[in-house]
């Protein structure tokens, strides 16, 4: 046995057969359970399937599907086969569609019936993609036709996990992460929240240890990478995953599991998430109340939105947790005193990189790379340019560097400044958008905020943001408020009252829409 996917859920499925390992609560309220034994022997089925399709070790099929159970069959049935899921967004168009089919060298894809024009459509000259399956009747007579049985070879914690990046600033990448190195940075080790396992076969120990693991609901659609780590590190606790069958998020169905099946952990992304969900709390409707821990991953809460949080949830923890693809799990934020997060980062693997490319020092106020060694991704599938441009070996260490500045504070913690990719150059000086927006967002007639840059004759680029707000909110106590949190240089120019702000499924903000929505309402002022 290795530290492979496939092989530490059989390890699990052997040590806990007959618990539940997933609920799943569709949109219209029908619900679907299943056991660790029968959540195999599905994945089993499904294996058995894409093996007679030719599917085999290291080939890449394409997850086109909507948050279900077929989704996570399908996750395994690949991982059994030593071969490689590839996420893929169900909001894409053709064109972006046929983009990803051919950069991630697809052999099949799996999709919902709904999608499948697009999916006929992208397709289109690609011969190495040769076959298709479309969830519901089509899927569920492809299971059935296999046996159940187990029955693989070796598998090995070299095989390959790829998860394709949200391309919110550019085109996605396919982040290829060995098994081992996965499951060690982001999986948690096999033990959440304690040292990490020593040997694979020490996981059926942890599992068997307890009654019961970690009761997860990954809230965020598993076209993205943190509810696909949410859904390991619950199943390889011998834990309960809940799950809502949707295309976006629902507050009021997020409630009803959490109390329905005693949810401990619930995983959102930022305040797109956040808020609807702190809304229906205060409403009564439901309670949350096994809740011990609510973490946001992929976009930080605002300080406003974590206090309504803490305040409906008093027996709970709020997190706000750092990490990307390329680094999986890698910090925890605590609240210094004007209300702005500082993110402890968990071992002695991350670190900062200055333009020296020598490690910086606490407290100096450089600005440098976050940066992550030890257990990584080996690259970027089809771009060598990229990868070594974001991997890096310095004084004989290998880092990866996905793009977020930051700096060092004196007592060890880190202060993010954003990503280098959406920075603004306003008269020579830099401005990251996260750090103005969480300002923003601290003013509480705001309740979202995307900051961009839009060209500027003088300035090169000017900062501009973008806000949600209640109807009339002082514009001028607003930006007055942002200078007491950020430099004068950071405040933007112009802030525009919107209805809705564009965000990927993720949560994350869409800037490119952001920014072209933002030179516009600038051209027409």
Known sequence: ????????????????????????????????TQTYAGLNARANQLAGWLRKRGVGQGD?????????????????ALCKLRAVPININYRYVIEELAYLFADADLVGVLHEPDLADRVDGARAGLDKLTWTLASGPDYEAAVASESAEQSFGERSG?????????????????????HEDLFFAALQGGRPGGDPIERPEELAEVVGAGPEGVNIHAAAPLIHGSAQLATWIC???????????????????????????????VNLVGDAMALPFVEMLESGKYKADALVALSSAGAILSSTTKVRLQNALPMAMVLNNYGASETGHQGTAITDAGG??????HGDATTVIGPDDKPVEPGSGVTGMLARKGNIPLGYYNDPEKTARTFKTLDGVRYVMPGDFALLNDDGTVTLLGRGSVCINTGGEKVYPEEVEEALKGHDDVSDAV???????????????????????????????????VA??????????????????????????????????????
């Open 451 to 485: 900051v961009v840059g839009v060209p500027d004759p003088r300035w090169g680029e000017r900062v501009t943001a973008l806000i949600v707000c209640t109807d009339g909110a002082d514009m001028e106590g607003i930006a007055a408020h942002v200078r007491t949190k």
């Open 340 to 345: 702005q997060p500082r993110f402890f980062m």
């Open 488 to 525: 004068g240089y950071k405040t933007p120019r112009q802030i525009f009252a919107v209805e809705h702000l564009n965000r990927h499924p993720s949560g994350k903000p869409d800037y490119r829409w952001s920014k072209e929505l933002a030179t516009q309402l600038c051209a027409d002022s």
């Open 1 to 32: 046995m290795q530290y492979n996917i496939a092989d530490l859920f059989e390890c699990v499925v052997d040590t806990c057969p007959d618990r539940t390992a997933v609920v799943v609560l569709d949109i219209d309220g029908g619900r679907t």
């Open 60 to 76: 890449h099929v394409g997850l086109h599907l909507y948050n279900g159970m077929p989704y996570l069959e399908a996750l395994l």
């Open 158 to 178: 070299d095989d390959l996990y790829i998860i394709y990046t949200g391309g919110t600033t550019g085109m996605p990448k396919g982040v290829m992460w060995r």
């Open 235 to 265: 199943l390889f606790s011998g834990g309960k995953l809940g799950i809502v069958g949707h295309r976006s998020f629902h507050a009021d169905l997020t409630g009803r599991l959490l109390d329905e099946e005693g949810m401990n952990v």
